[in-house]
């Protein structure tokens, strides 16, 4: 865990691959738990600390997470997240080359709870949700692409489902179609960037999380910091 920004209602980190935001059955320490000892012990604070999650990230996807401190920012932030007024981009590695070199998806999505997946159609069906992202290639090695990606509405897996739908599924991402996974057992997908106005002080936030630390996100580097 990386802490990108922190004042008295807000906390932002950057988590590794493989830590999971909010508590789940498997029992493992939740990002959540690990950012409350940390303000705990920073702050010499007695008690438990409040630590609210208004959005997560799959747990094989680095990047990017907005916590709450306070009850308020958190009720606030909940809010931004629901309707859409915190910009949320993501860069993926695929191996596919996109048709088109940028463009808008739109899907309609369905999970299926017992699978832990979900399956993008292009007309409505019953039980499914509308999604929506907008991608651009920004830059290409021998074998592998990478795309930003503009998050528009925030359903289950939906950049690994949409992409997977175009054809380009993510690097290592053996549930939505990669040939083969990542030795770490990651996907190569990042939430890269995030800016929102403060849900307290109103300021604009914008914040970078540095790239994970592997020898192929590090060759898209010096593209990722002009964007």
Same mark, same amino acid.
């Given at each position: 865990?990386?802490?990108?920004?922190?004042?008295?209602?807000?906390?932002?980190?950057?988590?590794?691959?493989?830590?999971?935001? $909010?508590?789940? #059955?498997?029992?493992?320490?939740?990002? =959540?738990?690990?950012?409350?000892?940390?303000? #705990?012990?920073?702050?010499?604070?007695?008690?438990?600390?409040?630590?609210?999650?208004?959005?997560?990230?799959?747990?094989?996807?680095?990047?990017?997470?907005? @916590?709450?401190?306070?009850?308020?920012? @958190?009720?606030?932030?909940?809010?931004?997240?629901?309707?859409? =007024?915190?910009?949320?981009?993501?860069?993926?590695?695929?191996?596919? #080359?996109? /048709?088109?070199? +940028?463009? /808008?998806?739109?899907?309609?999505?369905?999970?299926? +709870? $017992? %699978?832990?997946?979900?399956?993008?159609?292009?007309?409505?069906?019953?039980?499914?949700?509308?999604?929506?992202?907008?991608?651009?290639?920004?830059?290409?090695?021998?074998?592998?692409?990478? @795309?930003?990606?503009?998050? @528009?509405?925030?359903?289950?897996? $939906?950049?690994?489902? %949409?992409?997977?739908?175009?054809?380009?599924?993510? !690097?290592?991402?053996?549930?939505?179609? =990669?040939? /083969?996974?990542?030795?770490?057992?990651?996907?190569?997908?990042?939430?890269?960037?995030?800016?929102? +106005?403060?849900?307290?002080?109103? +300021?604009?936030?914008?914040? !970078?999380?540095?790239?994970?630390?592997?020898?192929?996100?590090? =060759?898209? /580097?010096?593209?990722?910091?002009?964007?």
């Amino acid at each position: 865990m990386i802490v990108l920004y922190e004042d008295n209602h807000i906390i932002i980190v950057s988590k590794r691959a493989g830590e999971i935001v $909010q508590g789940d #059955k498997t029992g493992d320490v939740p990002l =959540s738990e690990t950012v409350a000892a940390y303000l #705990k012990e920073k702050y010499s604070k007695p008690g438990n600390v409040f630590v609210g999650v208004p959005h997560r990230l799959d747990r094989p996807v680095s990047g990017v997470v907005v @916590l709450a401190k306070t009850s308020k920012a @958190l009720s606030r932030l909940n809010e931004m997240f629901r309707v859409g =007024s915190v910009d949320k981009r993501y860069l993926a590695i695929v191996k596919n #080359k996109p /048709r088109e070199p +940028e463009g /808008r998806l739109e899907n309609w999505l369905v999970r299926n +709870e $017992q %699978q832990n997946r979900s399956y993008a159609y292009d007309k409505e069906v019953p039980g499914s949700k509308r999604a929506i992202l907008n991608y651009k290639l920004v830059a290409s090695s021998t074998n592998y692409h990478l @795309l930003e990606v503009e998050l @528009l509405t925030g359903r289950h897996h $939906q950049i690994r489902c %949409q992409l997977a739908k175009m054809g380009c599924p993510i !690097k290592g991402d053996l549930k939505y179609g =990669s040939e /083969r996974s990542n030795p770490d057992g990651s996907i190569s997908l990042h939430a890269f960037h995030v800016t929102f +106005e403060h849900p307290v002080s109103h +300021e604009m936030i914008d914040i !970078k999380a540095p790239l994970p630390e592997d020898t192929l996100w590090q =060759s898209f /580097r010096e593209v990722a910091d002009n964007l």
